[in-house]
């Protein structure tokens, strides 16, 4: 298990790729640089969730989980909180709508398996839904 933890972390660099697919998927001007210290990175994060919130006009909770990672008087992240964002802008893209925080996002024994799944779609193509308590992927 702790293999697979080390395989599937999120480091700087991979968070950092990873946000800058998401922008240029959806054709935003926001890039973020392995030299932009943690503020920069916060401020950057807030422009793009208001460019995605201004985009989709329904309600997702994970509006609030992000913004309550990245307030803009926060000066810095720590890798935690990127592998939490990492999660969270994934499924903010994937999901409709969202009116509760799915469990298994709060299980650190299954976040290994959920990076997992979020590498295999950095093209942010497939999508997903919230039932019941379950998550499952769409057809």
Do not use: H
């Amino acid at each position: 298990m702790d293999d697979l933890n080390k395989k599937y972390a999120v480091t700087k660099k991979k968070f950092i790729y990873f946000i800058n697919n998401l922008c240029n998927k959806k054709g935003y001007n926001i890039s973020l640089s392995e030299k932009d210290n943690d503020f920069t990175i916060i401020k950057k994060l807030n422009k793009l969730i208001l460019n995605l919130k201004f985009s989709k006009y329904t309600f997702n909770v994970l509006e609030d989980e992000i913004l309550s990672i990245v307030p803009l008087d926060k000066q810095e992240l720590n890798l935690e909180e990127m592998e939490q964002l990492y999660i969270y802008f994934y499924f903010y893209n994937s999901i409709n709508e969202l009116e509760e925080v799915p469990e298994i996002f709060f299980d650190k024994n299954m976040r290994w398996q959920i990076i997992k799944q979020i590498e295999s779609d950095l093209t942010f193509s497939k999508t997903y839904s919230y039932i019941d308590g379950e998550l499952y992927m769409d057809p």
